[in-house]
């Protein structure tokens, strides 16, 4: 039996899991933890709870080292300078070396013996200068990590079309595949200024919705089938999801708005359907 805690390494980062032993923590403690690159800085996210010996995960987790004090920080106020500086001079030596990378944000390990660049670009850079440069002048080891427009946008944060902060920087851990067969499918506009975020990709939000619209669609008939109504024979021509109505273009002129219930079935189509279903 361990008492696991999530802990967060930077906002709108993923959570991950580490055994709290027997310290006593709450949400927004700061404490120091054991990472692969060494000791982390880190918030507690979520409270610890015991987790049975069943349940136990497949890898055993890594501990938290201590709660944060004073020193710690002053540690971290240290290093966030330390980025800040590291970005302005590798902004500098990337313009007078030429190369067409764009660099958006840099991270210090919690020691600072190493530092991580990151950048977008639209093919492959040949940074190996650059790197020598940047461990001359800082002493430390040098990462740099190309990334996706979207990780930018999930790193530097935003607001969106909505007003809102960006999805992805302020609470989704992974990004979910986004097509534009789900804005179709809810009935928004096509026009990719209005279906895209600011990272320039379809909104993520898109698949929030996608399945619950999915479900309903079904018991809808598609837009152009001929259907009967109360108020006459007609085309299918808009759907209200959300509502449950429909609008019909009638045959004998005029369009009129509906609810599913006024939807006429043809009697002889189910007798059909039953039969085969007997056979099969």
């Not at 096509?190 to 990272?199: M, R």
């Not at 079904?218 to 001929?226: A, E, L, R, V």
Request: aromatic fraction near 8%.
């Amino acid at each position: 039996m361990i008492k696991k805690v999530g802990i967060r390494f930077k906002d709108g980062g993923k959570i991950y899991d580490f055994c709290c032993g027997a310290f006593v923590l709450n949400v927004g403690d700061h404490v120091i933890v054991e990472t692969e690159k060494g000791l982390g800085f880190g918030t507690v996210e979520t409270a610890p709870e015991v987790v049975e010996a069943q349940n136990k995960p497949a890898k055993p987790l890594k501990k938290v080292f201590r709660k944060a004090n004073e020193k710690d920080l002053a540690q971290v106020e240290h290093n966030q300078a330390l980025e800040r500086e590291a970005h302005a001079f590798c902004l500098k030596s990337i313009k007078n070396l030429g190369l067409q990378m764009n660099l958006f944000s840099v991270e210090s390990t919690f020691d600072a013996s190493r530092l991580t660049f990151f950048f977008t670009a639209d093919g492959r850079v040949d940074f190996r200068q650059l790197v020598k440069i940047l461990v001359k002048q800082f002493r430390a080891r040098i990462e740099m990590r190309q990334v996706g427009i979207r990780n930018q946008a999930k790193m530097c944060g935003g607001l969106g079309r909505c007003g809102r902060v960006f999805c992805c920087s302020s609470f989704m851990d992974k990004f979910e595949p986004v097509s534009i067969r789900m804005a179709k499918q809810q009935g928004l506009s096509l026009n990719p200024t209005k279906i895209s975020g600011q990272c320039g990709r379809l909104m993520c939000c898109l698949t929030f919705e996608n399945e619950t619209y999915r479900q309903l669609k079904s018991n809808f008939p598609k837009i152009g089938k001929k259907i009967n109504t109360k108020s006459g024979h007609g085309k299918v021509t808009r759907h209200n999801v959300i509502c449950g109505r429909l609008s019909v273009r009638l045959d004998e002129g005029g369009e009129v708005e509906i609810s599913l219930d006024d939807i006429i079935k043809d009697k002889t189509k189910e007798k059909t359907k039953e039969r085969t279903k007997d056979r099969r």
